[in-house]
Nanobody, 112 residues
Framework: QVQLVESGGGLVQAGGSLRLSCAAS???????MAWYRQAPERQRELVAR?????NTNYADSVKGRFAISRHGTNAYLQMNGLKPEDTAVYSC?????????WGQGTQVTVSS
C-alpha cells in the first residue's frame, strides 16, 4: 500500500522559514515529485515540481524563495521569506509512469 506522509508545517511569522518533508512508502520508480497548496476558497495550485532527472519548475509567486529537492523516496520543500499569502494546506504528489499518489497535507500558516 502506497503512503505519503508530509511533515514540517506549522505557524511562522512573515519573513520566516519552514522546511516541509514528504516521505513515501510502498512506492518505487518515482518519476515526478511535486508540492501543491490550497488556500481557503481558492483552487489548488502547483507550487514546485522536480523530475527524476532533477529538473525543477516553480510557481511564479514562489520563485527565488522556495526550493524543492528530493532524495530517494523523499521530497522536501524549503520555504524562505514566507508571506501571509503563502498560508495554505501543502500536499505532496508523487507520480510514477502509471499512477499518481497524494499525501494528506500539512498546514502552513504565516502571520503578519
Amino acid at each position: 500500500q502506497v503512503q505519503l506522509v508530509e511533515s514540517g508545517g506549522g505557524l511562522v511569522q512573515a519573513g520566516g522559514s519552514l522546511r516541509l518533508s514528504c516521505a513515501a512508502s510502498g512506492i518505487s520508480s518515482i518519476n515526478t515529485m511535486a508540492w501543491y497548496r490550497q488556500a481557503p476558497e481558492r483552487q489548488r495550485e502547483l507550487v514546485a515540481r522536480i523530475t527524476s532527472g532533477g529538473n525543477t519548475n516553480y510557481a511564479d509567486s514562489v520563485k527565488g524563495r522556495f526550493a524543492i529537492s528530493r532524495h530517494g523516496t523523499n521530497a522536501y520543500l524549503q520555504m524562505n521569506g514566507l508571506k501571509p499569502e503563502d498560508t495554505a494546506v501543502y500536499s505532496c504528489r508523487f507520480d510514477t509512469y502509471y499512477n499518481g499518489f497524494w499525501g494528506q497535507g500539512t498546514q502552513v500558516t504565516v502571520s503578519s
